[in-house]
């Protein structure tokens, strides 16, 4: 990443007002900087060179405290935008790379589910230290540094010509350091994208682990890819008081060369105890920002490649969107012409061929991992395939409105989503009729559920149906597509959180819907649910393969 990567202020708006406040605080960081050294050299060498008093000094002291107490607000008020602009800065790019990672349609191959998660939780917040701490030294670097050095220019050529000679040594170093240390921030989110998508499927696959006591299984590497990131992480840590000693070093002597050549030639009277005293206090603030800048960039370092790897989903192009509108999927057949989608196990699904039908139910089995719910997303438009088409009535969905085709398809994942309030909100219930919603509740098995809550249908529910259990929530959305029928039901596992006597009460809500004329699509593993289709369709590594009951 440069050191101001134009796609950060175009990506983080509120970056750019935060940016201009930091130039304009460097300038007068730079002007503070600047009368310090001279309120010191005129006030001491009158005292040491002249024997002046404190009251004829007095002026000179209190401009100094005044100059002093501006710094010290400016640096005050500095930490306190920064951390603001830090903070709104990583939100908006966190908020861009969901939006870009979840835009329908994407490729499939561009997918990364599980980095972008752990890229947008964790990773983005080490972008902090790059607003806080590193941002505004290099500005400091670009305003102290340079203003310091003009008016040692013209205090003593010969200083300033030491200082100029020296300081390209600190960039030198820090580039050695950084040559060095070369992808080790990289390897650091990698390790820890690993870890996140670990957890992931760990607690993806929580439930059916537990069914089968294996939940202590991926234990141990969770447990090595933590210690993969912890190693990393130390790993910056240990670099950055290394190259901030190096560089203190380093600057220390450079400073230390000038005062040497200031001392001799003051014993022989070829400069002035002021302009001596002026360019001393004046040497290290020519070395601090770019000292600085070395330091902090280390400590961002994460942040940095965190940056890099947002702006890898941000600037990947946005799929076209079609134009033409859905047909009316009550009448139109829905056909999956070898579809393939590349993940890093390879094609899952591998050139799938399918077929919805208007009034049937059809049924997508196959091991785990062959690509069943990719296909489903592949279906909806969610997922934009490697190889082969989705056709709508003869039109290839990538031509279509995804906008007129969602609000004729009911899709009832693994994990419902439902959203806070009541439980007849959650359910679609609230605006139809009393006896209505019943009837359906009972044929779902809902009614049992809310029979148990102590306020019935006004139960209110937490974010993500908090309150009921996964298969109590998968009911309730159940419940929600048969009270609103849609031309296309597609149902992914559907009875994997429920016993054999509540399985059974969603077979006959799911044969309803075909009897009323919905495509059904199921998505299963269960014998009891295969028997319900009227065709099933086995997808393996390979090639797919087709059955009819």
Avoid at 342 to 362: I, K, Y
Avoid at 370 to 383: D, H, P, Q
Wanted: aromatic fraction near 4%.
């Amino acid at each position: 990443m440069k050191p101001l990567d134009p796609r950060l202020l175009r990506y983080a708006r509120s970056a750019r007002g935060y940016l201009a406040l930091t130039v304009a605080l460097g300038l007068v960081t730079a002007a503070c900087a600047i009368g310090q050294a001279l309120l010191i050299g005129h006030g001491l060498g009158r005292v040491i060179a002249e024997g002046a008093s404190l009251a004829d000094v007095a002026h000179l002291v209190w401009l100094l405290a005044l100059v002093v107490a501006t710094r010290t607000g400016v640096v005050a008020l500095q930490e306190r935008f920064a951390h603001r602009a830090a903070t709104r800065a990583v939100a908006e790019l966190r908020h861009q790379v969901v939006a870009a990672a979840s835009r329908p349609g994407r490729h499939a191959s561009a997918t990364r589910g599980p980095q972008v998660v752990t890229l947008a939780t964790r990773g983005l917040d080490d972008l902090e230290p790059y607003f806080v701490r590193y941002l505004p030294q290099l500005v400091l670097a670009a305003t102290v540094t340079p203003g310091a050095l003009l008016v040692v220019l013209g205090l003593d050529w010969i200083s300033a010509a030491l200082l100029a000679g020296t300081l390209p040594l600190v960039p030198l170093f820090m580039w050695l350091v950084g040559v060095m240390t070369q992808g080790r921030s990289q390897r650091g989110l990698a390790a820890m994208e690993r870890l996140g998508a670990q957890v992931l499927d760990l607690l993806a696959g929580l439930p059916t682990l537990r069914a089968f006591a294996r939940e202590q299984g991926p234990a141990r590497r969770v447990r090595e890819l933590g210690d993969a990131h912890r190693r990393a992480t130390m790993g910056t840590l240990r670099i950055a008081f290394l190259s901030g000693m190096v560089l203190e070093l380093l600057t220390t002597l450079c400073v230390a060369l000038v005062a040497v050549g200031i001392g001799l030639r003051l014993v022989y009277g070829d400069v002035g105890l002021v302009t001596g005293l002026a360019v001393l206090v004046l040497a290290p603030e020519v070395f601090l920002p770019l000292r600085q800048v070395g330091l902090h960039f280390h400590a961002s370092t994460d942040g940095v490649a965190a940056a890099e790897q947002a702006f890898a989903v941000l600037d990947q192009p946005a799929p076209a969107s079609g134009t033409r509108p859905a047909p009316d999927l009550r009448h139109a057949t829905i056909r999956l012409e070898g579809v393939s989608v590349t993940t890093a196990h390879g094609n899952a699904p591998h050139r799938l061929d399918l077929e919805l039908a208007p009034g049937r139910v059809v049924a997508l089995t196959g091991p785990s991992g062959t690509g069943k719910s990719t296909a489903v997303e592949v279906l909806l438009g969610l997922l934009a395939p490697d190889e082969g088409r989705v056709l709508v009535d003869g039109t290839d969905l990538a031509e279509i409105d995804l906008t007129t085709l969602w609000p004729q398809v009911a899709w009832l994942p693994q994990r419902p989503v439902l959203e806070p309030g009541t439980l007849a909100e959650a359910a679609g219930a609230s605006d139809v009729a009393p006896e209505q919603r019943d009837a359906v509740a009972k044929r779902t098995g809902l009614a049992e559920v809310v029979a148990t809550l102590p306020e019935g249908w006004a139960t209110r529910l937490g974010r993500g149906g908090e309150g009921l259990s996964v298969g109590q929530r998968q009911r309730v959305a159940l419940t929600r597509a048969l009270l609103h029928p849609a031309p296309l039901v597609v149902l992914d596992e559907p009875t994997a959180h429920l016993d054999t006597a509540a399985e059974e009460t969603v077979l006959d809500a799911v044969r309803a819907l075909g009897e009323a004329g919905s495509t059904v699509l199921l998505v299963t593993h269960r014998p009891a649910v295969l028997a319900l289709a009227d065709e099933v369709v086995t997808v393996d590594d390979l090639v797919p393969t087709r059955s009819t009951p």
